[in-house]
Each structure stands twice: as structure tokens, then as C-alpha cells.
């Protein structure tokens, strides 16, 4: 008597456990359907190689905004100089989408010398706000693209 009422209960669990599982994948599945989910969305120009898109200068994903790499390709060849430019570019992007350089959570600098390191900090110094992003520094082997002495890109908030 005992392994029929064992399998009966047994067997009532294994129905309610399906019967829950088919009512939540239902329940989750029409949840999906009703959220609004984020989509990519451009908001910098498009690089084109050959008439084919290369990268976006700037994208959109929810709330955070993903900034391209920004260089200085102009005289005079000085990392102080091209440091200013490139943080200038990068906060008129930010602003330009609703951010600011006070929620940058992110930034790569790549430098063409690693002896540029010093300069290109006293001019990055402090441009963040008291609370500064995280920040990877690399030389680039063979310089950075163009003729600019530094690059960095950026990962930032927009709430």
C-alpha cells in the first residue's frame, strides 16, 4: 500500500511541477512581449571604408553610451596639446547624447609613446569630476592611428 500511495503522490508532484512550469514559461514568454527592451542605436557618424560601415562614432544601448576612439591629428605634434583635444571631443560627444564627463565610467587611453604618460595625466587630471572612471593606459606598438598622439575612447552612463 505504501509504494502505490508513494507513486500516486509521487506522480500528482510531477503533474503540479509541469503544470507550473508551462503556466511560468507562459507567464515569462507574455512578460517579454510587453517590456520595451533597448535597442542599439547609432547617435555618431558612421566611419565608411570602400562605401561599406567601418564603426559608429558613438552608440546608444539603454542607458549607456559607448564613445569611439577620438584622436588629435593636428600640429603642434605635443601630448599635452593633443590630450587637451581629445578631451574636448570626447566631452562634446557626451553632451551631444544627454551624458556628461561626470558619468564616464570607462575610458582606454592608448598612447603613441609610453613616455607621454606624465603629460598626457596632467591634463587628465581631474577632468572627470571627483568621482574619476576606470582607465586602462596602454603604448601602442606601432602608434596610435593617424597622427595623433593619444586616443582614448569611453563608456558612459546616461541616467
Do not use: W
Request: aromatic share 6%; with cysteine.
Amino acid at each position: 500500500m505504501k509504494n502505490k500511495t508513494t507513486t500516486r503522490r509521487a506522480s500528482f508532484k510531477q503533474i503540479g511541477m509541469g503544470l507550473a512550469a508551462l503556466f511560468g514559461i507562459g507567464t515569462a514568454s507574455a512578460m517579454g512581449k510587453n517590456e520595451k527592451r533597448p535597442k542599439k542605436e547609432v547617435v555618431g557618424d558612421i566611419v565608411m571604408d570602400q562605401d561599406i560601415p567601418l564603426f559608429s562614432g558613438a552608440v546608444k544601448h539603454g542607458n549607456t553610451l559607448y564613445i569611439a576612439g577620438k584622436g588629435a591629428h593636428v600640429e603642434p605634434y605635443e601630448i599635452k596639446a593633443h590630450t587637451e583635444i581629445v578631451l574636448q571631443e570626447l566631452q562634446k560627444e557626451l553632451e551631444r547624447n544627454g551624458s556628461s564627463m561626470e558619468k564616464v565610467m570607462k575610458v582606454n587611453v592608448y598612447l603613441a609613446d609610453l613616455a607621454d604618460y606624465k603629460g598626457m595625466n596632467e591634463v587628465f587630471r581631474g577632468r572627470f569630476g571627483k568621482n574619476p572612471p576606470v582607465r586602462t593606459t596602454v603604448a601602442t606598438y606601432g602608434g596610435v592611428p593617424g597622427s595623433s598622439l593619444v586616443e582614448m575612447d569611453c563608456i558612459a552612463s546616461l541616467d
